[in-house]
């Protein structure tokens, strides 16, 4: 009787041609994501330079960008737990 | 599984000489190595400057759920009451289930009620906002840090009961290299982070030497 209070089961199938095609997408997506955010980063640290900006604007700044980085990823982590299964189905 | 990681004595996961090449063992020896193109994973999890080191852990962690409920998903036929009566990672290692909270003595039952349990309890981990906030600005709770390591020890269990039960499954569906990709990056986020104790990794530390061996 505890199977029946419980919620549907979380495991359901997949094919396999949908968990590949996402592995494939997912660790190209992790890689361009590493990067582009040191990229982002060393932008920064450039156009402060060029413009001379204050050692303590330059903390400001810096701060800014990693919280915006930091909001970035939590938006993204909401997201992924919501709409991925959905949307592997109309891909796959 | 013995075929699969060589012998306990050996480090090296060379395929046993006597292991004629083109039988079904040497095939599977050859596929633990595969992986996809993949870059530099090592470098990829590594804490980006000035983040914060629990809403790196976060985001991880429910990309890793995400990867294991599909890995799963595309075996979840040939894992039956039948195939596996009890949630074992090789003859020497098995799990019952208890999640501490509101099943405080462990049930002994068969894998695929075990990750069902196992994946709904993440599920309900994942969705509970005062354990993983999703709005901006929301702290995370104090012991943030330990309740993630618990997720992740949990989670490496399917990995081991993939790999220990269903691998030649894995490769007849050609998704071997994605099944080892996915737990390589697993190993080096556990790894970068100290997340998982060495003895929780022992089913696969063979495993775990020969993928991580050439990035160190
Ligand atoms: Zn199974």
Same mark, same amino acid.
């Given at each position: *009787?505890?199977?029946?209070?419980?919620?549907?089961?979380?495991?359901?199938?997949?094919?396999?041609?949908?968990?590949?095609?996402?592995?494939?997408?997912?660790?190209? $997506?992790?890689?361009?994501?590493?990067?582009?955010?040191? !990229?982002?980063?060393?932008?920064?640290?450039?156009?402060?330079?060029?413009?001379?900006?204050?050692? &303590?604007?330059? !903390?400001?700044?810096?701060?800014?960008?990693?919280?915006?980085?930091?909001?970035?990823?939590?938006?993204?982590?909401?997201?992924?737990?919501? +709409?991925?299964?959905?949307?592997?189905?109309?891909?796959? | 599984?013995?075929?699969?990681?060589?012998?306990?004595?050996?480090?090296?996961? &060379?395929?046993?000489?006597?292991?004629?090449?083109?039988?079904?063992?040497?095939?599977?020896?050859?596929? /633990? /190595?595969?992986?996809?193109?993949?870059? $530099?994973?090592?470098?990829?999890?590594?804490?980006?400057?000035?983040?914060?080191? !629990?809403?790196?852990?976060?985001?991880?962690?429910?990309?890793?759920? !995400?990867?294991?409920?599909?890995?799963?998903?595309?075996?979840? *036929?040939?894992?039956?009451?039948?195939?596996?009566?009890?949630?074992?990672?090789?003859?020497?290692?098995?799990? +019952?289930?208890?999640?501490?909270?509101?099943?405080?003595?462990?049930?002994?039952?068969?894998?695929?009620?075990?990750?069902?349990?196992?994946?709904?309890?993440?599920?309900?981990?994942?969705?509970?906002?005062?354990?993983?906030?999703?709005?901006?600005?929301?702290?995370?709770?104090?012991?943030?840090?330990?309740?993630?390591?618990?997720?992740?020890?949990?989670?490496?269990?399917?990995?081991?009961?993939?790999?220990?039960?269903?691998?030649?499954?894995?490769?007849?569906?050609? *998704?071997?290299?994605?099944?080892?990709?996915?737990? &390589?990056?697993?190993?080096?986020?556990?790894?970068?982070?100290?997340?998982?104790?060495?003895?929780?990794?022992?089913?696969?530390?063979?495993?775990?030497?020969?993928?991580?061996?050439?990035?160190?």
């Amino acid at each position: *009787e505890m199977e029946q209070q419980r919620r549907e089961s979380r495991v359901c199938n997949l094919s396999p041609q949908a968990f590949k095609f996402y592995m494939e997408q997912h660790i190209e $997506n992790v890689m361009k994501s590493c990067e582009e955010r040191e !990229n982002r980063r060393l932008q920064l640290e450039k156009e402060m330079k060029k413009i001379g900006l204050s050692e &303590k604007d330059q !903390n400001q700044m810096r701060k800014m960008l990693s919280q915006k980085e930091s909001n970035f990823i939590r938006l993204k982590r909401a997201k992924m737990g919501k +709409h991925l299964f959905r949307k592997i189905k109309t891909i796959g | 599984m013995s075929f699969l990681f060589g012998s306990r004595a050996s480090k090296t996961f &060379k395929p046993k000489k006597h292991i004629p090449e083109g039988t079904h063992q040497y095939d599977l020896m050859k596929h /633990a /190595a595969a992986t996809l193109g993949s870059g $530099n994973l090592r470098s990829a999890v590594m804490l980006p400057e000035g983040e914060d080191l !629990n809403e790196w852990v976060a985001v991880n962690t429910v990309d890793f759920f !995400n990867q294991i409920n599909m890995l799963y998903g595309t075996i979840t *036929e040939m894992c039956t009451d039948e195939s596996c009566p009890v949630m074992s990672a090789g003859p020497k290692y098995e799990y +019952h289930w208890a999640d501490g909270q509101t099943v405080k003595k462990p049930i002994k039952c068969s894998a695929p009620k075990y990750i069902d349990y196992l994946m709904t309890w993440v599920q309900d981990q994942l969705d509970d906002e005062t354990l993983f906030p999703s709005k901006i600005g929301v702290p995370f709770p104090r012991n943030f840090q330990s309740n993630a390591k618990t997720i992740l020890k949990r989670l490496f269990r399917v990995y081991a009961h993939i790999y220990h039960q269903h691998f030649s499954e894995v490769v007849q569906l050609g *998704e071997e290299a994605h099944l080892n990709t996915s737990f &390589k990056h697993f190993i080096f986020f556990v790894q970068e982070f100290q997340l998982i104790e060495r003895k929780e990794l022992a089913p696969l530390q063979e495993l775990i030497d020969k993928l991580t061996a050439k990035d160190r």
